[in-house]
């Protein structure tokens, strides 16, 4: 049958048809605006599958859904499709750890033994009801069967003698859209706020001192610290999201696309790193982040014995037993030696 034959508006049709005979053989049609892989890799030349590892847009949970499309023919050998079969989920499983194990394996199956699914990988035939002559032929084996909505078996299509399997998702995300907005920002790279110290060491401060006027010295030290900005902080223009929160920065976000891109290059170890680091972004970012937009701040003052942890400083300021003089004393010495060894430096 050609291609155009098959052809719908909209959507790829992957297919693999029987070899050496009539009839038979599977096809999978992918929407067009899911990007997707063909894995033929695990194309077996006595096998009827198809496997395909789609990649939907704002796939939250999972990096991948893996799809397996199977058909298996009255009188084929049992033992070979098992063996087939259970080879093929554990190296998907091995490949793409991070896809959360979504194979639907669905297809004729007429009459095959096939509880291993469920007894080894934990899967469950969500079809229930008879495909074709009383039967349950066609059946969907899926571990994700709580994010779905139970099948619905329709009528037949054209002049088969099976129903069709309905089979859809339960949890659409209800996101606020929201608008795309273009916004004047600096330019603040950890390499442009270690250029920019650098030059601001550098400047000699002496025509300010020597100065005599108040406003004199306001307007020589403004426009250093102007011509400064302008160099090492330009101006940009950039898009950003009204629904983004306030903790989302350009680093957070290139650490989102670099862990999408390992995953989409199967890069499992730099995924999982990348992954780490996300995800303490989220739980931490206004804590212990690990961005420089938020710096970390408990690192000890003058006179603090190196200890900074968070039962040191209650102790300090609550003026428990760990204190040896009062939290009031403490904390007023603690801070006038700061700001002594903060201006020491500094002309008179």
Same mark, same amino acid.
């Given at each position: 049958m050609s291609?155009?034959t098959?052809?719908?508006?909209?959507?790829?049709?992957?297919?693999?048809d029987?070899?050496g005979?009539?009839?038979g053989?599977?096809?999978?049609?992918?929407?067009?605006?899911?990007a997707?892989?063909r894995?033929t890799?695990?194309?077996?030349?006595?096998?009827?599958?198809l496997w395909?590892k789609?990649?939907?847009?704002?796939l939250r949970?999972y990096?991948?859904i893996?799809v397996?499309?199977?058909?298996?023919?009255?009188?084929?050998?049992?033992?070979?499709?098992?063996?087939y079969l259970i080879t093929?989920?554990?190296?998907?499983l091995?490949s793409?750890?991070e896809c959360?194990a979504?194979?639907?394996?669905?297809?004729?199956l007429?009459?095959?033994h096939?509880s291993f699914?469920?007894?080894?990988?934990?899967?469950?035939?969500v079809?229930n009801?008879?495909?074709?002559?009383?039967a349950?032929?066609?059946?969907i084996w899926?571990?994700?069967? @709580?994010?779905y909505y139970?099948? $619905?078996?329709l !009528?037949?299509?054209? %002049? #088969?003698? =099976?129903c069709?399997?309905?089979?859809?998702?339960?949890m659409?995300?209800?996101?606020?859209?929201?608008?795309?907005?273009?916004?004047?920002?600096?330019?603040?790279?950890?390499?442009?706020?270690?250029?920019f110290a650098s030059a601001?060491?550098k400047?000699?401060?002496?025509?300010?001192?020597?100065?005599a006027?108040c406003?004199?010295?306001?307007?020589y030290?403004q426009?250093s610290m102007?011509?400064l900005?302008e160099?090492w902080?330009?101006?940009?223009?950039?898009?950003?999201?009204s629904?983004?929160?306030?903790?989302?920065?350009?680093?957070?976000?290139?650490?989102?696309?670099?862990?999408?891109?390992?995953?989409m290059c199967?890069?499992?170890?730099e995924?999982?790193?990348l992954?780490?680091?996300?995800?303490g972004?989220?739980?931490?970012?206004?804590v212990n982040s690990?961005?420089?937009?938020? @710096?970390?701040f408990?690192?000890? $003052?003058?006179e !603090?014995g190196?200890? %900074? #942890?968070? =039962?040191?400083?209650?102790?300090?300021?609550?003026?428990?037993p760990n204190?040896?003089?009062s939290?009031?004393s403490?904390?007023t010495?603690?801070?006038?030696?700061?700001q002594?060894?903060?201006?020491?430096s500094?002309?008179?």
């Amino acid at each position: 049958m050609s291609l155009e034959t098959l052809s719908l508006s909209g959507y790829y049709c992957e297919r693999r048809d029987r070899q050496g005979g009539r009839g038979g053989g599977v096809a999978c049609y992918v929407r067009s605006d899911v990007a997707y892989q063909r894995l033929t890799e695990l194309e077996n030349g006595n096998q009827e599958v198809l496997w395909l590892k789609l990649t939907p847009k704002r796939l939250r949970k999972y990096s991948c859904i893996l799809v397996g499309v199977v058909y298996h023919p009255p009188g084929a050998d049992n033992c070979d499709l098992r063996e087939y079969l259970i080879t093929c989920i554990d190296i998907t499983l091995r490949s793409y750890p991070e896809c959360g194990a979504l194979i639907p394996v669905l297809g004729d199956l007429n009459q095959m033994h096939d509880s291993f699914l469920s007894t080894h990988y934990g899967y469950r035939q969500v079809v229930n009801k008879p495909t074709q002559l009383g039967a349950i032929l066609d059946k969907i084996w899926t571990n994700l069967a @709580p994010v779905y909505y139970n099948p $619905l078996v329709l !009528s037949q299509l054209g %002049t #088969s003698d =099976h129903c069709m399997v309905l089979f859809s998702p339960s949890m659409y995300p209800t996101l606020d859209p929201g608008a795309v907005q273009r916004i004047t920002t600096r330019c603040t790279g950890r390499n442009d706020k270690a250029a920019f110290a650098s030059a601001l060491a550098k400047i000699r401060w002496e025509p300010l001192y020597h100065t005599a006027s108040c406003q004199g010295q306001f307007e020589y030290f403004q426009s250093s610290m102007d011509s400064l900005l302008e160099c090492w902080f330009p101006y940009k223009t950039v898009s950003r999201h009204s629904t983004d929160k306030p903790w989302i920065t350009d680093t957070f976000r290139i650490l989102v696309r670099k862990r999408q891109r390992a995953r989409m290059c199967a890069d499992l170890t730099e995924a999982r790193r990348l992954r780490n680091r996300v995800t303490g972004w989220q739980n931490n970012y206004g804590v212990n982040s690990i961005s420089p937009e938020f @710096p970390l701040f408990r690192t000890g $003052l003058p006179e !603090s014995g190196g200890n %900074t #942890s968070s =039962h040191s400083w209650g102790s300090r300021l609550r003026g428990t037993p760990n204190s040896r003089v009062s939290p009031t004393s403490c904390l007023t010495a603690t801070w006038r030696h700061w700001q002594n060894q903060l201006t020491n430096s500094w002309y008179p």
